[in-house]
């Protein structure tokens, strides 16, 4: 009799979560399956992305002697839930146990806590801080930052540390991670990989399954493997990694990858281990072949933010996404779904998603993210928005990410203030500004930028809510000082959000 079967999903591709099992005894079983594949409106990039990964795992785990229960989307037998592929294993293995890695979005964690059978759930060995240590951490604090917990999570894993202090005497490096890139900076190309047979088929599954959805499935150069993904992270520490830091929060118009590391596919799917990436951009400091800034600035997206953002969406339960602290209810203009806007910054960003099912941190944050803020757009659409077009996007990370860093809408749990800006920061940090229909430099004139007008009315409507707020203080007074000026700010404004998707 089978001992146990071993629940592996989509984003769970690590062969150490198998380490409590034995491949003698214990079944894996692996699914395709319909209601993961549409929740959203997926990128067609990412539904392919995770069929080629999981079924070249499947066979790197049958290579190593596992028996693995696997159903393909187009089977004849395929199945619709992940708790009817679990079920049918049920019947044809009759197990004594169920195990399963818990899994990273509500939804899944209740519909395997209601499955007829009882499945043990463990937390996900993959992370460092624990769901029991980060409650214990946030008991009693009224605002959950970043960066303390950031610093927590240096102290344990010993990053970048010499005894208790950080290397350099500095906890955090981001002021010397903000500058622009011209046209003369050197930029690294992206690793790309062949197609092999196995994602070939993937492809034509997807194009025929799931060819009217948002974005562009081919070409399709990511890895699929943990060989190709270790290769493009190798690539990333020998090519990038020595200027990342300084250029992260740059943009330019027609480059898409600049100086990132693009492995957050590969770290959320279980291609890499986050820890060990971390070391390993560690070592690159210590061996003089890359800088601390830029090192600093990697780590802390790692073990700072994405533990971060796991933690958050586990502590605040599964109304968090439901969050609307600021009462946005603006539907999602329509250009998000097209890129067709006369507004350089944000064409450039959604037609490189629609592309590459990839956009940085500050495209999201500042382009896309900010503008659906000053808008008004409700945070429920921009969510689902962003979760359904990135390759790398799985609620654990991406609500807290969109839901409470960019659209403020957890009423401040995860940010301090809210991330606005009018067309200035765009300008300092991208050449988009160059060749826009509108004009950064003009305020309230009919060609003027929409992110200026904007950003007061942002500001002025939300003055009962915001205006105490101590890192908004200097904006309020100087919207005060413009007494002789809001009234045309706010009438082009208005203006702007009658003809939202016209913009």
């Known amino acids: 009799m089978t001992r146990g079967l071993h629940l592996i999903l989509g984003d769970q591709l690590t062969p150490s979560l198998l380490d409590e099992c034995d491949p003698d005894r214990d079944v894996v079983v692996m699914a395709e399956v319909r209601a993961e594949a549409t929740y959203v409106s997926h990128h067609p990039k990412k539904i392919a992305f995770c069929f080629s990964a999981m079924r070249h795992f499947a066979e790197e785990l049958r290579d190593d002697g596992w028996t693995v229960d696997y159903t393909k989307y187009d089977d004849s037998d395929a199945k619709t839930s992940i708790s009817e592929a679990l079920e049918a294993a049920v019947k044809e293995h009759d197990p004594d146990e169920i195990h399963a890695v818990e899994p990273g979005e509500h939804r899944l964690v209740k519909e395997l806590s209601d499955f007829k059978h009882e499945v043990t759930m463990r937390q996900d060995p993959r992370f460092i801080s624990t769901a029991e240590a980060f409650e214990e951490w946030a008991d009693g604090r009224k605002e959950l930052r970043m960066e303390w917990f950031y610093r927590d999570m ?201 592309d590459e099912a990839y956009a940085h941190h500050i495209q999201r944050l500042m382009i896309t993210g900010n503008f659906a803020l000053l808008a008004g757009v409700d945070p429920a659409e921009v969510h689902e928005w962003y979760l359904a077009v990135y390759i790398d996007a799985y609620e654990w990370v991406e609500a807290p990410n969109t839901i409470g860093m960019s659209q403020y809408a957890d009423g401040g749990l995860m940010g301090s203030k809210p991330y606005v800006s009018g067309g200035n920061y765009i300008n300092k940090m991208s050449d988009y500004c160059k060749n826009c229909s509108y004009k950064v430099s003009k305020k309230t004139e009919e060609d003027a930028c929409p992110f200026n007008a904007l950003y007061w009315h942002f500001l002025d409507r939300h003055r009962k809510k915001l205006g105490a707020n101590t890192r908004l203080g200097n904006m309020y007074r100087t919207w005060d000082r413009m007494a002789d000026k809001q009234e045309a700010y706010l009438r082009r404004a208005n203006d702007l959000l009658e003809r939202i998707d016209d913009l």
């Open 154 to 354: 240096r102290k344990q894993t010993g990053l970048l540390m010499e005894g208790d202090d950080p290397v350099g005497g500095k906890w955090n490096l981001d002021g010397e991670n903000r500058e622009a890139a011209g046209s003369d900076v050197k930029l690294p190309e992206p690793r790309t990989f062949e197609l092999d047979k196995v994602t070939e088929e993937v492809l034509d599954l997807v194009e025929k399954e799931f060819g009217d959805n948002f974005g562009t499935l081919r070409p399709f150069k990511f890895a699929v493997t943990r060989n190709d993904a270790e290769a493009a992270f190798d690539h990333f520490i020998e090519k990038a990694l020595p200027d990342f830091g300084t250029y992260q929060d740059a943009m330019l118009t027609g480059e898409r990858f600049l100086f990132h590391s693009v492995i957050s596919p590969y770290l959320n799917a279980g291609l890499l281990d986050p820890l060990d990436v971390c070391r390993r951009a560690e070592q690159a400091y210590h061996d003089g072949d890359a800088p601390l800034n830029s090192v600093e600035g990697f780590i802390r997206q790692i073990i700072g933010w994405r533990e971060y953002v796991r933690r958050i969406y586990f502590h605040d339960g599964p109304g968090y996404t439901k969050c609307n602290g600021l009462k946005a209810n603006r539907s999602l203009p329509k250009y998000y779904w097209t890129g067709e806007t006369d507004m350089r910054c944000m064409s450039e960003a959604i037609t490189q998603t629609r």
